[in-house]
């Protein structure tokens, strides 16, 4: 049995640190921990972190940070997790069109968890979400806190094309699509908010670590 948090080389200028093997909210919150106390104290050589659901990955410069100095510097780290403050990360507000057009699969859900489309949609605006990480395409953010009474087994047969803004469930997670892609999620409504932009100067909208609340339009 693997002992966590652990330390593992990802090719010759990363590590990751995982901290467990499933989608949990106490994990996730460990993995922003480490995130955060690694940027309050820049480590030299440190290039980008990226978060997942459940561990780090931390890229390096090993022409400034030798390997086993960058491994030192995560394990000193992870040894002040306890006395990091995690902030609370940004709300986000983000206004959905449920049902419809813009959320074609509503009815499929409520069928299948035993309500109404109302009360799906009252029940899934109802939680305050964290973006545990963007992964899949750019901008597609991964929210946990969808209450139990919404899981939803994904489609059978995936869309060949989501549009932007789709609002998803996909067993015990929703998710936000910022592109047009092939996506199998539940689309339950949709959003005008752009959530992934190039042209920007920040092309995120959303950020692993932020909050997310839903608003019926």
Not at 151 to 173: D, H, K
Request: hydrophobic share 45%.
């Amino acid at each position: 049995m693997p002992v966590y948090p652990r330390i593992l080389p990802v090719g010759e200028a990363a590590f990751t640190v995982e901290f467990g093997d499933a989608v949990d909210e106490a994990l996730n919150r460990q993995v922003h921990a480490l995130d955060v106390a690694l940027r309050a104290c820049p480590v030299p050589g440190l290039v980008e972190t990226v978060p997942t659901y459940r561990s780090l990955l931390v890229m390096y410069d090993p022409r400034v940070r030798a390997a086993d100095a960058m491994r030192t510097a995560l394990t000193d780290a992870l040894n002040v997790l306890a006395t990091t403050e995690l902030p609370a990360g940004r709300l986000v507000e983000i206004p959905v069109r449920y049902g419809g057009e813009a959320g074609p699969d509503l009815a499929d859900v409520a069928t299948h968890c035993g309500m109404t489309e109302a009360a799906v949609i009252e029940l899934h605006a109802q939680p305050v979400y964290t973006v545990a990480m963007l992964g899949f395409a750019p901008g597609f953010a991964y929210l946990l806190g969808l209450p139990e009474a919404l899981a939803t087994p994904r489609l059978a047969t995936p869309r060949l094309r989501v549009p932007p803004g789709s609002v998803g469930i996909a067993g015990a997670q929703t998710g936000v699509y910022a592109l047009a892609t092939p996506g199998g999620w539940r689309i339950v409504g949709r959003t005008d908010l752009v959530l992934f932009d190039p042209g920007r100067a920040e092309p995120f909208t959303l950020h692993a670590g932020d909050r997310v609340r839903f608003v019926p339009l």
